[in-house]
């Protein structure tokens, strides 16, 4: 469901969930529903069309990770 409503605001006009369904089966179909229809909801969107475009949504599930640059940018 993430996964399909950060495709959706990036602009896509369709999904593809070929491998979810290969590896998860169709129930896959209920959970990305599911998942969507539930983001509709906390967010009080009527509908797809009134989601944001181009907006990451926070992922709970990862640590967020630092950069350390190391050596000089010229040279």
Known sequence: GEDALEMLMAGSLVVGVGTAVY???IEVFNKINTEIIQFLDEN?????????KLEKLPNKNKKK???E???NANG
């Open 65 to 67: 990770q630092s950069c």
């Open 23 to 25: 590896y998860r089966g």
């Open 69 to 71: 640059v190391v050596g």
């Open 44 to 52: 009080e969107y009527e509908s797809l069309e009134g989601i944001p």
